[in-house]
Every structure is written in C-alpha cells, then in structure tokens.
C-alpha cells in the first residue's frame, strides 16, 4: 500500500545520503521519448533528472510531460533495481500509491453521471453497517465527505488496520472504524486519512456490482487503453517485467531494495501499479475535460466537465505553513485544500490539481495544469519525496517561463534540514533518560496479550532472555524490547526498512500489574501512517 504517506508537496521531509556504489554506476538518463518538441527551457531536462536522482540516491525515476493533448516527452533515468541493469523507461511499472485516490473519485464520478448515486448521498443508506466511533457523524458522513479528509479522524488516523500488510479484509477494516477516536470536529479541519477511502471503495462495489479493481479496470483502464497499469502490488517481479523495485533508507541510512507488498485491504487508497506512458493518457483526459478518443478513434467522455469540476474544487481548506527552509520561498502557495481524491493549490498565479503517492520504497507525483493543459508525473523508486518534488517544480518552471531556481539545491536544503531535526529530537530523549534506570519488573512481568479495540491483540512474550512484541495481523510488525528507562522500552522491528521503531510504555497499576500500554513513534521521521499513538492497549485476561 501506499506508505499512504501524504508527502507535502512544499517542504518534503526525507534522506539524503550517498548513493552506493552500484547506484554510482548506473546507467545515465536514457533518451527522452517524444512525440512533440521540447521546449527551449527543457533542453538539458534528461541531465537534469539524472543529476536528481544521484543527488537524492535515487535508483530509478520515470518522467512524462503532456502539453495540449500530446505527449511533450516521456522517458527514463537509472535502473529498476540496484545491483541489476535493467533501466527504467517509460513503461516501466511503479506503485502510484495515493494517487490511486484519484481513480477512486473518478469511480465515483462515473457512477454519478449514471444516477447510481449522488455525492450527498448518505453513506449508511449505501453501507447500512457503517458506522464511526460518533453517532452524528455516523449519521451525517455523505459519499463527498469520504474523499476530502475532513472527517474528525486524525491523520493516518487507523492505518495499521492495513499498513504494514495484515490480514484483515477490506469489510473489516471498515468495520473496525467505528472503534477509531475521532480528534476533531465533523467537516472542521483538515487531517489526511486513507481510511475512509476504504468505504469508498466499498460504496463502488455496493453501487455497481463489482469489486473496486474490476471496475477500475473495465471503466478506466481499457478505455483510456491503460495496458500497463493493475490494480494490485505484483508479490512476485520476473527477470523481464518491466516493473521497478522500490529501495528504502534501512535505519535511516542504507539504500536498500524492499520486498514487493501485495495489499488487498484498501486498495482504493493506494492499490495501483501504472506507468508513465500509461498515466499520460490518464493526464490528458483529465485535462480535457473527462474526454477521450476511443480505440476505434471516436471521441469519449469518461465522467462529465460537471462532475470534474467539483473534483477539483476546494473542499477542505489546508493551512499554509512557512517553507522549512528559505530556498523554498518561491513554491509557498496563496492557497491549499483538498477537492474529491486531488490536492488543490496554486503556484506562480496558475491553479494546481495534484497529488502525491508513498508506498514501501517508491513516491511519486502527479501535477496538472489545467489552464496550461499541462501535465506532469514523475514516478520514483525510492522514498525520497524531495525527488520528485525537484523535477516536477523544474518542469513548472519551464512552461511557466519562470525565473530560474535551483530546486535541486533548494529541496537538498529542505532534507538537510530535516535530518538535524531528527538528530536534535533524539538527543532531547536521550538527556531526559535516566541513565541505568532498569525496569519495575522482571521480563515476564511484561508478557501477555494486549487488545486495542480498533487495532485488535498485539502479544509480549520473553523469548530467549528478552522481550519480543508481536502486532498478531501484523506480519512484519515484529520485533524486540529493548529497555529505555523504567517501564518504557523500545520496539525494534526486524524488518529495519521500516525505520518505524517505537517507544513501549507500560503503565503499572498500585500492585505492579500492567494496567495500559501506549506507544509512539521514536523518530519524527517515522511516516505518519504508523499510528502507534492512536493505540489503547489494555491486557487481555487470558
């Protein structure tokens, strides 16, 4: 699934560090496919992207601009894989994670122009089961309100239903939310989820008969002839797929390639793996108005111009931060909400429709224009949002004939910045930790089985001298106790691409039982859709 991260399309936090040495010597930038001519400011765009993804060590990136209903160019940069020659090109496959949620609007939109229900419509008369952890807003939440992020959840807010991998269904998951706290207000404030776009799939598949993927595919993809895109994570890569490989900081720090994930959960959040040349055309339709030339050359409409419209209107204001570092000035936007599945913002006086995608070691972005009809995607393989964020800001640049900026310099400095921060907050916890404070109890005084009401059991054993935590649906949420101070450890997860570890706190009761375990992210670098702080573990009397 998408790291389901929402990558800030201006101040991107994440890691620079130096490129390992197969990356060093991975082939340069592969000549840019093009179907119409380049414009002046974009003659040295293919260096330009290589000098990007060395800077940021990134692996491989796939890049495709539409202008005017054509392609301006479409190409690749790098390899799919460390320590493999195979480049990526412009059909090679990504995980476009968040924005999925795009498609899953497009879905909806689809279904509206048909009259087979109306974005007002109440989400209990579509899922009489639904239900949130308020009766009002249970009662209330339409259709519209799964797609802006304004529900009262807090961000990321039930994430580890599905992320890492578990093995809760998708019905599941969705009936675990009426367990999730709500934080704020109903329709008061933004606050990113991927959650309720699980029931969003869900109201797809009630409304039409068909399972979230089968739609996509037969309503989507195979009219816009989108035959390098599906709707799920391959759990397997073939010597000659054209697929890329995602890479991860292990612990922050080593560039590594991560598993493939098959996620099946909420697939409507994130579950799509696509191509630029294949996003291309999604761009271009998109950028028409909801219109499309068939394969028999006849002229289409997806979704009618009404229903883009509100797509891209602003639903959910989003407050405007002052960019983490100067260089970034120029990009501050005057405006920054959330529409149906799309960013909107501005940039250099022109509208922006956007999003941005995070799954485990890959993070893109997809820009449109619309009074430019311009189109930008820019697909990485590696979780550097800085990436992305550098090549779309030069591609703006160049057909907004915009003065020049270094955004390679800039987002460096940006990421810079955000490492110090991470090292300062570490060392705040280490000059409060008392130094040899042991624990209250011995090891099994902290072992047994743990039950959040909307997460479910997560399980402490004593394992050979030490302690081991284990999410139960949580495969890869395993790992080891290491003692911090007192009754507070910290869960090192075996699987160290996650760079997840969290501090364990054991609240004792007057007679020196567990009464409550919380948790919490170590690093502020830790993506938000690990919602450890969320959790209400309590024992389970076994």
């Known amino acids: 699934m998408s790291r389901l991260r929402h990558l800030l399309a201006f101040g991107v936090a994440s890691f620079a560090f130096a490129l390992a040495a197969q990356a060093q010597d991975a082939p340069a930038a592969s ?10 400011a974009l003659a040295d765009f293919d260096a330009y992207v290589d000098a990007v993804r060395k800077q940021f060590d990134v692996p491989g990136i796939a890049v495709a601009i539409v202008k005017d209903g ?153 009219p816009l002839g989108m ?21 991860a900081k292990f612990d922050f720090k080593d560039l590594k390639p991560v598993a493939p994930m098959s996620w099946n959960n909420n697939q409507a959040a994130g579950g799509i793996y696509s191509s630029v040349h294949d996003l291309s055309k999604w761009m271009t339709m998109q950028l028409d108005g909801g219109r499309y030339t068939d394969s028999s050359g006849k002229q289409q409409q997806l979704f009618s111009e009404k229903r883009q419209a509100e797509m891209w209107s602003l639903i ?13 000035r120029a990009a501050k936007p005057n405006f920054s909400g959330y529409g149906e599945g799309w960013f909107v913002s501005d940039y250099r006086g022109h509208k922006l429709v956007w999003h941005t995608g995070g799954w485990p070691g890959m993070v893109s972005r997809v820009t449109l224009v619309p009074e430019l009809k311009l189109g930008v995607v820019v697909l990485t393989n590696q979780e550097s949002g800085a990436a992305f964020q550098a090549v779309t800001m030069r591609a703006l640049d160049a057909f907004m004939e915009a003065p020049k900026t270094d955004w390679i310099a800039a987002y460096a400095a940006s990421v810079k910045k955000a490492e110090s921060g991470a090292d300062d907050s570490m060392k705040q916890h280490e000059a409060a930790r008392m130094k040899g ?29 030490k302690l081991v935590m284990r999410f139960t649906k949580t495969a890869q949420l395993t790992g080891t106790l290491e003692p911090w101070q007192h009754d507070t450890f910290i869960a090192h997860w075996n699987d160290r691409s996650l760079n997840g570890d969290a501090f364990v706190n054991f609240a004792l009761d007057p007679d020196g039982k567990v009464r409550e375990v919380r948790m919490e992210p170590v690093s502020p670098l830790t993506d938000f859709s690990f919602d450890f702080q969320d959790l209400r573990l309590t024992p389970v009397n076994d």
Request: proline content about 7%; overall charge negative.
């Open 437 to 465: 404070a042991k624990p209250s109890l011995p090891l099994d005084g902290y072992a047994g089985t743990y039950r959040d009401p909307w997460y479910g059991d997560v399980k402490v054993a004593k394992e050979g001298g």
């Open 316 to 328: 959910t204001p989003i407050h405007i931060n002052e960019p983490s570092v100067p260089e970034l």
């Open 70 to 222: 054509r392609i301006v160019m479409e190409f690749g940069s790098g390899v799919r894989k460390l320590g493999e020659p195979a480049k990526v090109d412009a059909h090679t496959q990504f995980a476009i994670a968040s924005n999925t949620k795009a498609f899953t609007a497009a879905s909806l939109a689809i279904l509206a122009d048909e009259k087979k229900l109306d974005m007002n419509d109440r989400v209990i008369d579509r899922l009489p089961w639904f239900q949130m952890s308020d009766p009002y807003v249970t009662r209330e939440m339409r259709v519209r309100d799964l797609l802006a992020h304004r529900s009262g959840l807090s961000l990321g807010a039930g994430d580890l239903l599905y992320w890492p991998a578990t093995t809760y269904s998708t019905q599941e998951v969705v009936q675990r939310l009426r367990y999730v706290p709500l934080t704020n207000s109903f329709r008061a404030e933004y606050a990113y989820d991927n959650i309720l776009f699980a029931v969003a799939g869900l109201v797809i598949e009630q409304v039409s008969g068909k399972p979230w993927a089968d739609f996509v595919r037969e309503r989507i993809f195979a």
């Open 31 to 40: 000549p840019a496919a093009s179907v119409d001519a380049k414009p002046a």
């Open 227 to 247: 035959t390098e895109s599906q709707t799920h994570a391959p759990t397997s890569i073939g010597a000659n797929d054209d697929i890329a490989t995602g890479h």
